[in-house]
Structure formats: C-alpha cells, structure tokens
C-alpha cells in the first residue's frame, strides 16, 4: 500500500513566519502535489512535481514556494505566513503522468496562521 | 464556469437506498475521471476510476461515464451509514496528465 506521510498534523504559526510543510512517500511515485482545502472552495492545486527538481504551478501559488531534492520528498515553503493561508494542506503522489495514474493522499496538515 | 461541478448538496438518503453523485466538467479533452471519498476529518481515498464511456461497477459502486455530455456520475447501490462522507469528482486531461482538478464535493448522508 502507498504511504503517504506528512510531518504535523497540526501546526500553529505565528503572521510572517517561515514555514515548512514535508510530505515524503514510500513508493517510488514520480508525481507530487501540493493542495489546500478550504470549506466552500473545495481543493486548490498549490503545486506540483513531476520529478526531482522540477516543479510546475498550481493554480494557487502566490505565497508559497517548493522544494523537491529527493524523489520521495516534497516540501511546501511559507516564506511569510499570513492568516489568509490558514487552511487545511494535504499532500498528494501518483504513480507517473499516465492518465490512469490515482491520487494517494497523506493524511493533511492543519495550519492556523494567528 | 467552473472546471468541474458537482451537485451542491447535502444528499440524504434512507439506508439501503440508491444515492446517486453527478458531476460535470467543462474541457472536452479530458480523459480520465476519479471519484473520491473524504470522511469528515479525514484525507480524500478513491473509490473509482473510470475512463470509456459506459459503466463500471466494483461492488455496490458504480461510475457512469458519457463524454459527449461530459457527465460523469457515481451510484451507490444499497447504501450504508458508513458511506456518510463527502464525494469529490476529479478529472485528468491528456495534457498534463497526472494533475486532477476537482469539484467542489457533495457531502451525502445515509440515514438508518
């Protein structure tokens, strides 16, 4: 089974802080993503990987930045927090680009920016 | 117009009866089409794939697929308590395969 593990599960940060998000998963999967979930807006794309070093933006990447130096790791960068970034973060890997390549979620990450 | 749309919901159904998710999307070249199940409090799992047109049916689930209407939807058959959740629809296009874009979510509930 795909395990999918991110560091907190609850975090709270203080308004401009620097913080980091780590997601690591343990089956080789070349894809990862980065959303945010927030009631009534459902799952944003934040950004994604498809291979060490590369990343691509989301659809929501304004505030926040990546790093994947590791196939299996993919850390999610709040250079400045702000309360507008409280949100639940979840974590995603699929196996490679092909169409019938399934999301596997970590288990999120609630962040409260105060 | 958003990229997928799902019924807004809530969904309550009886136990043991049919609960039907629907879900739209707008770009014609996507390809492939997920639905997942989030319990509250929880991570989204999938429960579907689906990516010919017709029905596909694993256990009391089935997806149902028309790409010309580009409507993909989710019946569960005899449906449980346990299935109370939200159910997100997600769809890959066959460009920059791998990134889903997802609606928003129908939260159902199965009353006993």
């Known amino acids: 089974d795909v395990k999918v593990t991110q560091s907190s599960r609850y975090l709270v940060k203080r308004t401009g802080e620097k913080v980091f998000l780590e997601c690591v998963q343990d089956?080789?999967?070349?894809?990862m993503f980065w959303y945010r979930q927030d009631p009534g807006l459902g799952l944003r794309l934040i950004y994604f990987?498809?291979?060490?070093?590369?990343?691509e933006k989301g659809d929501i990447p304004e505030g926040y930045s990546v790093s994947r130096e590791k196939k299996e790791r993919f850390s999610l960068i709040l250079e400045s927090a702000s309360t507008n970034q409280t949100s639940m973060y979840l974590c995603?890997?699929?196996?490679?680009?092909?169409?019938?390549?399934?999301?596997?979620f970590g288990n999120g990450t609630r962040l409260t920016v105060t | 117009q958003k990229e997928v749309e799902q019924n807004s919901g809530p969904l309550s159904v009886p136990e043991g009866a049919i609960a039907s998710l629907n879900c739209t999307y707008s770009?014609?070249?996507?390809?492939?089409f997920f639905w997942y199940r989030q319990y509250s409090g929880k991570s989204p799992e999938l429960i579907m794939s689906?990516?010919?047109?017709g029905d596909k049916e694993d256990g009391r689930f089935t997806a149902q697929l028309n790409k010309a209407s580009q409507y993909v939807s989710l019946l569960i058959r005899d449906s449980q308590p346990s299935d109370s959740a939200t159910y997100l629809c997600?769809?890959?296009?066959?460009?920059?395969?791998?990134?889903?874009?997802f609606g928003d979510g129908t939260t159902l509930t199965v009353k006993p």
């Open positions: 995603a890997s699929s196996r490679n680009r092909e169409l019938n390549s399934p999301l596997h």
């Open positions: 089956m080789d999967h070349e894809n």
């Open positions: 990987s498809y291979d060490v070093k590369m990343k």
């Open positions: 770009d014609r070249v996507s390809q492939s």
């Open positions: 689906i990516y010919s047109n």
């Open positions: 997600a769809v890959n296009r066959n460009t920059n395969a791998g990134k889903s874009t």
